[in-house]
């Protein structure tokens, strides 16, 4: 196997950048270990094809654009994961005539 230059250009750039990011995002705190398991295998698999694709020499190789939108969406959607939605995660309310403190119907 002979020695070449890798041809680096966008595609492959970013395939690797978002692989980076996704990998980065699995050790976000409070993120189910499945959820990390796939962060960590999805940046992987692009760290890896961004760093195959730049270094081939010969053939045609793609890159669909779904693979440029699942990195913004999986960090989203780790990051909702681990920290809840926009409003907040209030405790649910009690049951029906209850104050959440136990005691029916007594404001104070």
Same mark, same amino acid.
């Given at each position: ?9 966008? %595609? ?6 978002? +692989?980076?990011?996704? !990998?980065? *995002?699995?050790?976000? #705190? &409070?993120? *189910?270990?499945? $959820?990390? *398991?796939?962060?960590?295998? +999805?940046? !992987?698999?692009?760290?890896? %094809?961004?760093? %195959?694709?730049?270094?081939? /020499? /010969?053939?045609?190789?793609?890159? #669909?654009?779904?693979?440029?939108? !699942? #990195?913004? +969406? *999986?960090?989203? %959607? ?14 649910? #309310? &009690?049951?029906? +005539?209850? $104050? ?5 119907? !007594? $404001?104070?």
């Amino acid at each position: 196997m002979s020695s070449s230059s890798a041809h680096w250009s966008a %595609y492959e750039i970013f395939a690797v950048l978002s +692989g980076i990011i996704l !990998i980065g *995002a699995a050790f976000v #705190p &409070g993120t *189910a270990v499945k $959820d990390r *398991a796939w962060s960590v295998l +999805g940046g !992987i698999f692009l760290v890896c %094809y961004g760093w %195959y694709v730049a270094h081939r /020499t /010969t053939g045609t190789f793609q890159f #669909p654009v779904v693979i440029f939108l !699942i #990195p913004p +969406g *999986a960090v989203i %959607y780790l990051l909702v994961k681990a920290f809840g939605h926009a409003g907040g995660q209030g405790s649910p #309310p &009690g049951p029906s +005539g209850s $104050d959440g403190r136990g005691t029916p119907g !007594i $404001d104070g």
